[in-house]
């Protein structure tokens, strides 16, 4: 399994300003997820993060509001802007590697700690 | 629309016993399925998955049975135990479309009585 390191563990922010959100992977993966939990829900995924290229959004997401980075196989960022109450959350990564080499062709998803984000 | 349903929000069981996690879905492109376990202050832990082409899948007091003609599956864990209490997610995903995305239910919190 993987090593996934996340900063900041917590935040507390005001309205109107951004945080970033760092995402670390001991080993070089695949695919990089950022999932988001909202208090009481269930995870939603906001963007599947590709490194060298713009990461790919799902519905009800978009690039202004998580602008997220994926600069190398190890490590991504996902920034909340412009932040309000409703942004409050658990900001979850996750990786995914490559099949085995025993020939898998399905793999789980290993998750991050969370990152929990309340704006005030 | 929730295509990954879990309809029973919380479940307390003895321990000992066996706890039964349901989980629904609509989306018959689903190919495969997961289950996680959460605790608090934690990101979800892998427990055990299933892919389309199998009913069941056991791994040592946990085990998935899968019903394709239901949409539904369901995660046996036996015997419970007091570190099993717990938040658990079933999720599915469309491998076969070629896309890695997850689709998670609401969870349901099991809680296991010593």
């Known amino acids: 399994s993987a090593v996934i390191s996340q900063k900041p563990s917590r935040d507390i922010c005001q309205r109107g300003t951004s945080l970033t959100i760092q995402c670390q992977v001991d080993?070089?993966?695949?695919?990089m997820f950022w999932y988001r939990q909202q208090p009481g829900q269930s995870l939603t995924l906001i963007a599947t993060a590709n490194q060298g290229s713009e990461a790919t959004y799902e519905s009800g997401f978009v690039i202004d509001k998580f602008p997220i980075s994926r600069p190398n196989l190890t490590f991504s960022t996902l920034t909340v802007s412009n932040m309000s109450p409703e942004d409050s959350s658990i900001y979850l990564c996750?990786?995914?590697?490559?099949?085995?080499?025993?020939?898998?062709?399905?793999?789980?998803?290993?998750f991050g700690p969370g990152t929990r984000l309340t704006v005030l | 629309d929730q295509q990954v349903k879990q309809n029973s929000p919380s479940l307390s069981v003895q321990e000992g016993r066996i706890s039964i996690l349901n989980c629904d879905y609509t989306n018959s492109m689903f190919d495969y399925f997961l289950w996680y376990k959460k605790y608090p202050a934690e990101g979800p832990t892998f427990l055990i998955s299933i892919s389309s082409i199998k009913d069941k899948n056991e791994d040592g007091r946990f085990t998935v049975f899968l019903n394709k003609s239901a949409k539904h599956l369901s995660l046996h864990i036996v015997p419970s135990q007091p570190g099993d209490s717990a938040v658990y997610f079933c999720?599915?995903?469309?491998?076969?479309?070629?896309?890695?995305?997850?689709?998670f239910g609401t969870g349901t919190r099991l809680k296991v009585l010593a």
């Open positions: 999720a599915a995903s469309a491998r076969t479309s070629g896309t890695y995305k997850y689709i």
């Open positions: 996750s990786v995914e590697y490559l099949p085995s080499a025993s020939g898998r062709s399905y793999n789980e998803q290993f």
């Open positions: 080993s070089q993966v695949t695919m």
